[in-house]
């Protein structure tokens, strides 16, 4: 690196004498609101390059060196911080001086005159360089490998120990201000038992003695070069335990540096070090502030990740509400989201009994996934449910109904569905027979388990889709259904898994439903997730399995024999 060829753009011009102090103010979002014409020079810049600008932007190349943490400790502490040191860009050594003032950061500049190189850094400082620019880019390549807060809490802690410190302790906070996540390293795992222990049974304290509150209160790195006693003391709560603990920890001397991002500080980074090593330097703490600002991106992106996930997730959840268990039937459904998706899709579900007793099924699939596909599928589902319990109507009608309503209200969704209605007249009910009544829109076909393990496909007339605008006749299926039979009902979700045809999937299926027997619904639900869709699911997945007992005749609250509903009116 100390034979690489400087551009000579970059190359310090003739006003940028050894020794000449040069100047350059930054506003709070890093714009050089003022930079004299020295500043220039030093930077290898014309000055009309640089006013105005956004320092990143005007200068990218000032992007992970030294100089750039070098700034962002100084804007970080209340008080003037100076730094020597070798700026690759200008292959030259410079000393700074850097001071806030309110929310400007003013900087002093000058080619420095004191023992050091002139020209590039001497291989020691290169190679110490280059060490520390690597250690950021594997702090930002792990911080950005999840978006699980919990998860990026404990990577931080562990890129931090030993190389900044001997142990170290990070903390974000909830929304409710309480601490969400913790994470932890020692350099000693033999330690960590100690650490612990003392991070379990410390009481928290809100006073602003403490350097962890003073730094989420500020927003600004805290240095303590020695540890008072006193100071930790509130902390053990009159625990002799937690006590011991802490000074088997050794804690010598501690800087504290703020997670901040989107202008809000939201939890701490604790660095301590041992009797056995010396207190953090100034370019320690300002490599420091920038693991911490590189960090803070990663886990604020994590926790808006979750903030997402939870909304998604109560969404879903407001749409896709637990089946009711009607006498004589059992019913368990499942949904599994893609795992590319916020846990929300277009896949839906729905069970709920009508006024004459019968049982009526709907599952279907709206084209599209994340969130806009979970909506459209929140207004069909509501549609569709609203028309299907209006009146007794064939499910081939209330599919008619449902796409006019589409097409009226101007829903421009296409989506497939299946609807099936389950009935027992008081004639049938001796012999504990029923009818399943179906029709699809596009959608796969249901499966029959029969009580002695035999499966059939219970194929019917293909139709079109919901949302397409067509004017083809719909028309309904019909099937006998025994007790102990099984009916399953699914998304495409769950024969296209691993990106398998819908032939070859459903054959898939269908042998492991027949592998698995007449199980009980629940464990047929939970066997097919486990065999075909795993852990990460392709596509969105929604079962359900609906089991025909014998009817118990127990009496209906109006003291009436209860009975499933007589077929529906116009047959």
Known sequence: ???????????????????????????????????????????????????????????????????????????????????????????????????????????SLRRSVGPVPDGPADPAA??????????????????????DPGESVATLADLVVP??????????????????????????????????????????????????????????????????????EPAFGGSEEVRAAWERLDPASITVVPLRARAETFGVLGLVNTSTRPPHG???????????????????????????????ETLQRSLLTPPPQPEGL???ARYLPASSTLHVGGDWYDAFQQPDGATLLVIGDVVGHNVDAAAAMGQIRS??????YDRHEE?????????????????????????????????????????????????????????????????????????????RSRSDSVADVGTGDTLLFYTDGLVEQGRTGIDEGTARLVDAVRELGPVPPDRLCDALTERIVGRRPDDDVAIVAVRCHPRDGAPSRDGAPRQEG??????
């Open 330 to 332: 059992e019913i368990a």
């Open 1 to 107: 690196m100390s034979d690489a060829v400087v551009p000579a753009a970059l190359v310090p011009g003739p006003q940028a004498a050894r020794g000449q102090r040069a100047a350059a103010v930054f506003d709070g979002d890093w714009t050089l609101v003022a930079v004299d014409q020295a500043s220039a020079d030093l930077l290898g810049r014309r000055r009309e390059e640089l006013a105005g600008r956004n320092i990143w932007i005007a200068l990218p190349e000032l992007a992970g060196t030294i100089f750039h943490s070098f700034l962002l400790h100084a804007r970080s502490v209340g008080e003037r911080v100076t730094w020597r040191g070798f700026y690759p860009p200008a292959g030259c050594w410079l000393d700074a001086t850097a001071e806030r003032v309110d929310d400007r950061l003013h900087v």
């Open 163 to 232: 190389r900044l410190c001997d142990w170290a302790v990070v903390t974000v906070l909830g929304d409710d201000g309480g601490p969400a996540d913790e994470g932890r390293a020692h350099r000693d795992p033999a330690r960590l038992a100690d650490l612990d222990l003392y991070l379990g049974g410390r009481v928290r304290s809100s006073n602003d003695d403490n350097p962890m509150v003073t730094a989420l209160l500020t927003g600004e790195p805290i240095h303590l070069p020695t540890i008072d006693p006193a100071l930790a």
């Open 566 to 571: 007589a077929p529906a009116a116009g047959r």
């Open 383 to 388: 549609i569709l449910r609203g028309i299907a």
């Open 395 to 471: 499910p081939a009608r209330v599919l008619t109904r449902v796409d006019a309503a589409l097409t009226g209200l101007r829903i421009g969704t296409l989506a497939t569905a299946l609807i099936a209605r389950i009935e027992q007249a008081p004639e049938l009910a001796a012999t504990g027979r029923r009818i399943l009544r179906w029709a699809s829109a596009g959608h796969l076909p249901p499966l029959l388990v029969r009580a002695d393990g035999r499966v059939e496909l219970l194929d019917g007339d293909p139709q079109t889709l919901l949302g397409a605008e067509s004017t």
């Open 126 to 147: 290169e190679a110490a360089e280059y060490d520390r620019l690597r250690f950021l880019a594997e702090v930002s390549e792990a911080m950005t490998s999840t978006l």
């Open 282 to 312: 100034e370019m320690e703490i300002a490599t420091a502030v920038e693991v911490a600002r590189r960090a803070s991106l990663a886990i604020d992106n994590a926790r808006l990740y979750g903030r997402q996930l939870a909304v998604a």
